[in-house]
């Protein structure tokens, strides 16, 4: 089954052979096999974000389309920080300072925001992080909140490669 939505992945095999390699299925797909069309970065980035990190991956349909390691190093970098974004999003513990509970910019709610961003557009989630960030001040800015600013700034440098990512 193809990658309907930005958040189901596509049929796909682990193969290891001299290097990992990431195979995926695109024979039910009918949009562009490339790791620049949206849709299906964003279905790699899905199941890269599952955990195993492969050093190759292929894309199969009638001419199967291979990429190395340094190609997708944005879609790894962005599958990171959905995975670690995702963990901020899932926690169950809510913070004791019922500002925090409330704020429509809570980081649960911030965290909500931005695994939209990197399911809609992964290939250029990492290179728009400072403008996400100046976007989501500007759209929580009548929250009045003092910690706004840190709160953003942390759900956004979850997963990043200097924050030790993958």
Known sequence: MPSLSHDRTCAHTFAEDD???????????SGAQSIDN???????VNILALGVVPDEVVLKRYIHVRYRSE??????????????????????????????????????????D???????????????????????????????????GQCIRAVLSAGSADQGGM
């Open 38 to 44: 949206p849709r299906c970065a964003a279905g790699i």
């Open 19 to 29: 290097v990992m390699t990431l195979e995926i299925d695109c024979s039910d797909c």
């Open 71 to 112: 190609r997708f190093g944005r879609l790894r970098e962005a599958a990171g920080s959905l995975a670690a974004v995702r963990r901020i999003e899932e926690q169950q513990d809510a913070p004791s300072d019922r500002r925090c509970r409330t704020c429509p910019a809570s980081r649960h709610r911030l965290a909500s």
């Open 114 to 148: 931005i695994v939209r961003s990197i399911r809609t557009d992964p290939v250029s989630f990492c290179a728009s992080r400072p403008s996400l960030s100046d976007r989501l001040e500007k759209d929580f800015e009548s929250v009045g909140c003092p910690r706004l």
